[in-house]
């Protein structure tokens, strides 16, 4: 089965990582801009950081035959800083246009702070202006209580929630979210989030339209193959084969197409990835190769 990995932070993950994943099926990423881990400390930080995942992680995951694709944003954790959210905003303006990148996200609340209201609403604004996709990121911790904030700030903002997507959702968030026309989005995430026999009592519950799988991979103890490590408990759980397709192939690209920059069409062949290749004269691989 093809899978599309629609939330996975490969800019901290491993070659190897890449390798197994297309060896599961993965024939296409998306990556979401999220923080460093520790804070920038300027806004240039962010520009190589937007740089290397339009350049190096498409590079690296061509070499196994992965489309990847991202969406670029000011991750709520760091709109917190003062001395960079409106500059970074600006640069997010500039590098939507960019080739590769189908969305704004991750965006969202952390601690739902005023200053992570502010980023929020102006990313938004961005998204809306550009007619482009959203991936939004809600609080880990009183999850409930900011995925109702998160609704009613995307009903006042205005912006069309078909071109919504609700991430990291849980059986209290589930109901909250199926009753717009947003989408839904859930990571199966060891110890923290989600898992595949949770995932699968939910789509027993509310069905399939309009929700996506993912790992939510990082530097974190997470798994890039969460997802296709879910389809075979899927299978196991006698759910229909066009049901599991919907969910890790369908609902993805069709999410994503939404900006008109995506399509069923891509993945007719495998992009281009020789193992000699270099990008800004760097190769995934050292030493001479056939």
């Not at 990423?29 to 460093?36: G, K, M, R």
């Not at 930080?45 to 061509?62: N, V």
């Not at 969406?71 to 939507?96: F, G, H, I, Q, S």
């Not at 609403?121 to 900011?146: F, N, Y």
């Amino acid at each position: 089965m093809k899978i599309f990995e629609p939330h996975a932070h490969m800019f901290s993950r491993t070659t190897d990582d890449y390798e197994a994943m297309a060896l599961a099926g993965v024939r296409g990423i998306l990556e979401p801009a999220f923080w460093l881990g520790q804070p920038r400390t300027s806004v240039h930080s962010f520009k190589d950081y937007y740089d290397t995942l339009l350049g190096w992680e498409r590079f690296r995951a061509a070499q196994f035959g992965i489309r990847h694709y991202c969406t670029m944003a000011l991750n709520p954790k760091e709109a917190n800083d003062p001395r960079l959210r409106e500059e970074v905003v600006a640069l997010v303006r500039d590098y939507v246009d960019r080739e590769g990148v189908l969305g704004v996200g991750e965006i969202g609340y952390d601690d739902m702070t005023p200053a992570e209201e502010e980023a929020f609403l102006a990313q938004i604004e961005i998204a809306k202006d550009k007619a482009l996709p959203v991936l939004i990121h809600t609080p880990h911790r009183d999850k409930k209580q900011g995925t109702i904030r998160t609704l009613d700030l995307v009903r006042d903002s205005g912006i069309d929630p078909r071109m919504v997507l609700v991430d990291h959702n849980n059986e209290e968030t589930t109901p909250l979210v199926k009753a717009t026309e947003c989408w839904a989005g859930y990571s199966i995430y060891p110890n923290t989030k989600m898992d595949p026999d949770r995932m699968i009592e939910i789509f027993r519950r509310y069905g399939t339209e309009k929700m996506l799988i993912n790992s939510a991979c990082d530097w974190g103890i997470s798994d890039p193959l969460s997802v296709p490590k879910t389809v075979m408990k899927m299978r196991k759980a006698s759910m229909d084969e066009e049901e599991i397709e919907r969910v890790v192939w369908n609902n993805p690209i069709d999410f994503f197409a939404q900006s008109g920059r995506l399509s069923y069409a891509d993945f007719g062949d495998a992009p281009a990835g020789a193992a000699a290749a270099l990008h800004e004269g760097n190769s995934v691989l050292r030493g001479p190769q056939k």
